[in-house]
């Protein structure tokens, strides 16, 4: 099945949509984040062969699966929400937070032992299980049918009490509602509804940290901006955080957005096309697990709706070809394990450049022998046998 688009023809930010990823917000964030343990900027690399094969000027790959040891990105957005709400119980403003000040004997005497609870598809509930026992409180995770072993393994062995329910994501995130609700548990969830948008607002924030990590790497490094970004996305929040974060430092020189999703979890394109949040029901049954997600984040979404030029729904045949793509790379260029939800990006973008019928998409985009252009590959292989099975043919 080929790809489906949506065209926007707006293509900018507003200025008072960007209040949420502003320059001193990413500052604040990345201020934090950089006294957590272990903390390091995750690796920004070229991929020369590979721009060359595709007939652009230059791709950059953003390596998440380095993160804190978690092969995932989603630590940043959990850790500065929690540590945010715990700020808050200890009186501490923005600034003043940091990793040693959440911990210390009076802290910890002060919050007690706080349990934190949240829906994910792996990762967001291993950043969170993370974060949880890294400050030393509890973490309860939910997960949708059809979640990989692995990935609740991974998130038990942070000390979780974790279990895989069947209800798709968007039930399980209403599972994980009602029960903090009645156990006095914190959602620290990535998605946000009316009356519960600060902890997903500061989720966005804490991924925040990704943005401007590149833009230091490409300062140091003398590289020009991208022209392009491709963005994969569930519920918006990660894709909205990196657009609103280069739209605040770049203006209206901001890199041209094209927010990629898996065809059985849309919403995103389906509100697009519509004009207004639209949600999809169902199994949300795609490969790409961390985008299996049927309603936008409220919080984000004003963002992309405004900013993005345009929106992609695709088949997990596209995220095969990106992870075979980064996986097995062109000679000369190195190897990058990104899953399936990390490397679609890239697999859409070589769909773009070289399939016939998307023309009008790469005209409207703007793609050509100039191009410079930013994926972030937000996952490592969090599902090793699927990975390998993609990865050797055995899929796609």
């Not at 009356?195 to 833009?215: K, S």
């Not at 657009?243 to 389906?270: H, K, M, N, T």
């Not at 790409?288 to 405004?306: D, F, N, Y």
Request: include cysteine; proline fraction near 5%.
């Amino acid at each position: 099945m080929k790809l489906q688009y949506c065209v926007n023809r707006t293509g900018a930010v507003p200025p008072e949509k960007l209040a949420l990823t502003g320059l001193e917000v990413q500052k604040a964030a990345r201020a934090f984040h950089s006294t957590i343990p272990g903390y390091e900027p995750t690796p920004l690399t070229a991929l020369d062969h590979l721009a060359r094969r595709l007939g652009v000027s230059q791709v950059l790959v953003k390596d998440e699966s380095k993160r804190f040891g978690l092969n995932a990105f989603k630590a940043l957005g959990g850790s500065y929400a929690m540590a945010r709400y715990l700020g808050e119980q200890l009186g501490l403003g923005r600034d003043q937070l940091t990793f040693e000040a959440l911990g210390t004997p009076e802290a910890r005497e002060k919050l007690g032992e706080r349990t934190f609870v949240t829906a994910t598809d792996g990762n967001h509930g291993r950043g969170v299980a993370w974060a949880a026992r890294q400050l030393g409180h509890r973490a309860v995770v939910y997960m949708p049918k059809g979640s990989a072993r692995e990935r609740l393994e991974n998130i038990r062995a942070q000390g979780a009490q974790a279990e895989i329910t069947g209800l798709n994501y968007d039930d399980a995130v209403r599972l994980a509602d009602r029960m903090g609700r009645e156990h006095g548990w914190t959602l620290i969830q990535d998605t946000a509804w009316p009356g519960y948008e600060d902890i997903p607002a500061w989720i966005i924030q804490g991924y925040t940290t990704i943005a401007q990590e590149i833009a230091d790497q490409l300062e140091e490094r003398g590289w020009e901006k991208p022209t392009h970004l491709f963005l994969q996305a569930g519920v918006g929040s990660f894709a909205g955080a990196m657009l609103g974060s280069f739209a605040a430092r770049w203006g209206r020189d901001c890199p041209v957005a094209c927010i990629v999703e898996p065809d059985r979890a849309d919403c995103l394109y389906r509100s697009a096309r519509a004009g207004t949040i639209t949600p999809v029901t169902g199994d949300l049954d795609s490969m790409m697990a961390g985008l299996c997600c049927g309603e936008p984040c409220t919080v984000s979404w004003p963002i992309l709706q405004r900013g993005a030029a345009a929106f992609v729904s695709c088949g997990d045949e596209y995220a095969a070809r990106g992870m075979r793509l980064l996986g097995r790379p062109e000679p000369g260029d190195p190897a990058i394990i990104s899953g399936e939800s990390g490397a679609v990006g890239v697999g859409v973008l070589a769909a773009i450049l070289c399939e016939e019928g998307l023309e009008d998409l790469r005209w409207t985009l703007g793609l050509n022998e100039h191009s410079r252009v930013l994926c972030i590959s937000t996952e490592g292989d969090t599902d090793r046998e699927n990975y390998r099975r993609v990865l050797d043919g055995a899929r796609f």
